[in-house]
């Protein structure tokens, strides 16, 4: 994998990317159909909009999560349409300090500090109950992060799949580029398997 | 950092629609998300404001 093209130019297809900013310091990731993470991601970016219209002020990652809550929970009861295939996280930053959560399909609303969604991810998950404490750095989330996917992935994880999106203090949430996060599995010697 | 995803069965013995959600999800692609110890950023946050209130107050002394 050291050995990858930084040029991705050759592949066939490029997916949907699935981290997006819903306002400064606001994001939103989802795993699962990506054709619902699309209208989620519209509904979260009205409804930030309409939030700092009227308040004049970016609304919080609590106060966002709630509101999604009821419009996932809405489509678990009404009839001729299904609920939304759909786990989000939502992260944000708060004079408290960061807030993440995570939304279920079913309208379920958890404050996590950690978690993984998605295929195989028993396996990550394992890891990450491994790695986690409560006075993990920046740099130990990135690592603990990047293992945990590969574990998920059973160690078949490539740079050019990988996205990432850091939120920090006084800096508006960041979709890193593909070169940003080269740098980083280099120095995690990731490559090397 | 539990597993939150378990098949709940409805009164027919089938699985619910939500529950098919559930499992549309755990078919894609995996998301990892986790949160960094904030509290050094916040005590730095504190010093900061301490030393704001202390410059206010001399520079109201001084005028």
């Known amino acids: 994998m050291a050995k990858q093209n930084l040029n991705e130019d050759d592949k066939m297809s490029e997916q949907l990317s699935k981290i997006f900013i819903v306002d400064k310091s606001l994001g939103l990731a989802g795993c699962g159909l990506k054709t619902d993470l699309k209208i989620v991601v519209k509904r979260a970016r009205k409804i930030a909009k309409n939030f700092s219209y009227i ?9 966002l999560i709630t509101e999604l ?14 609920p939304f295939g759909l786990c989000v996280f939502i992260i944000g930053f708060a004079n408290e300090g960061p807030d993440l959560f995570q ?25 990450l109950n491994k790695r986690w404490n409560k006075d993990i750095a920046y740099e130990e989330t990135l690592f603990a992060s990047f293992f945990s996917l590969n574990e998920a992935t059973e160690g078949r994880l490539k740079y ?4 990432l999106a850091v939120i920090k203090k006084d800096v508006n949430f960041k979709i890193l580029n593909k070169k940003e996060i080269y740098n980083h599995i280099v120095n995690f010697e990731l490559l090397q398997t | ?30 998301i990892v998300a986790i949160k960094s110890k904030y509290s050094l950023d916040k005590f730095f946050f504190y010093i900061d404001s301490l030393n704001n209130i202390s410059n206010m107050n001399y520079h109201t002394t001084q005028s």
């Open chain 1, 55 to 63: 308040f004049g002020k970016q609304i919080s990652a609590r106060m």
């Open chain 1, 69 to 82: 809550a009821y419009f996932f929970q809405e489509f678990t009861y009404s009839s001729s349409v299904r």
């Open chain 1, 103 to 127: 939304l279920n399909p079913d309208g379920d609303v958890f404050y996590i500090k950690a978690n993984i969604i998605g295929k195989k991810s028993n396996h990550g998950l394992n890891f």
């Open chain 1, 160 to 163: 050019s799949d990988i996205e």
């Open chain 2, 1 to 30: 950092m539990t597993n939150y995803i378990e098949a709940v069965f409805n009164s027919r013995g089938r699985l619910s629609q939500t529950d098919y959600a559930f499992k549309t999800v755990t078919l894609c692609n995996p």
